[in-house]
């Protein structure tokens, strides 16, 4: 199952580097979105610096839902979803595959964005280790919800516009515990950053069992 569940994480990861349009698309977005943000408030450095992790995450979650999009969306248009079924590979293999792939993806955006928010809010990082370990646990969080959302919408045509309405709420407790972890690692508040590191994983863990055993149910129904 976990050589199945890397095979798929392959294919998407060689679609999207032969592609490049996550390098020509999304990366470009995200750091649109992060120099808007630095733009808006340039005239006070000190809320720059308290609010860059709450901002870096809200980048990542906006950039993170076209990458869920187009995982799905080069599925269904050349029939790959279909074949999959077709293929006896385990479903469970299938989501470890998809979510793996796109939380390679979110975790080489948040090095690019993470480069951007030192150089553009003048921060610091003070726990390394933190910082790490909340980035990976979230973006397992953010991969898993998202691939089992994104095989729920993946078959309506509405799918583009129904993900972001669902998606977003959900992973709410993500934004929340990496923002205040990050301003840990930061060092621009006092929260406790380990702690909040055991809601994203905890968060990652419930997805990651509940999409493994919804998702051949819901890639059927795609």
């Known amino acids: 199952m976990v050589r199945d569940a890397w095979l798929i994480a392959g294919k998407d990861l060689r ?40 901002l870096f995450w809200v980048t990542v979650l906006l950039a993170s839902l076209l990458a869920i999009g187009r995982s799905f969306a080069v599925d269904l248009a050349d029939g790959a979803s279909d074949r999959l079924l077709l293929s006896g590979i385990d479903p469970i293999a299938v989501f470890g ?19 951007g928010v030192v150089l553009l809010f003048d921060v610091t990082v003070h726990r ?21 959302y994104g095989a729920l919408v993946a078959g309506l045509g509405v799918r583009e516009t129904l993900l972001p309405v669902l998606l977003l709420p959900v992973v709410a407790p993500v934004l929340i515990g990496a923002t205040r972890a ?41």
Not at 25 to 43: G, K, R, S, Y
Not at 98 to 110: D, F, G, N, S
Not at 186 to 201: N, P, Q, R, T
Request: net charge negative; hydrophobic share 60%.
């Open 15 to 54: 679609i999207e580097m032969r592609s490049r349009v996550g390098l020509n698309q999304i990366v470009p977005f995200a750091v649109t979105v992060l120099v808007l943000f630095a733009f808006a408030l340039d005239t006070d450095q000190e809320a720059l610096r308290t609010y860059a992790p709450g």
């Open 97 to 115: 595959g998809k979510a793996a792939a796109i939380a390679i993806q979110l975790v080489v955006l948040q090095v690019l964005l993470g480069a």
């Open 128 to 148: 390394y280790g933190l910082l790490v370990c909340a980035g990976l646990a979230a973006a397992a969080g953010v991969a898993t919800a998202g691939t089992l």
């Open 182 to 222: 990050f301003q840990d690692a930061f060092g621009v508040a006092g929260a406790e950053g380990w702690a909040w590191l055991g809601l994203l994983a905890g968060f990652a863990a419930i997805y990651g069992v509940f999409g493994a055993l919804s998702y051949g149910a819901l890639l059927e129904e795609a």
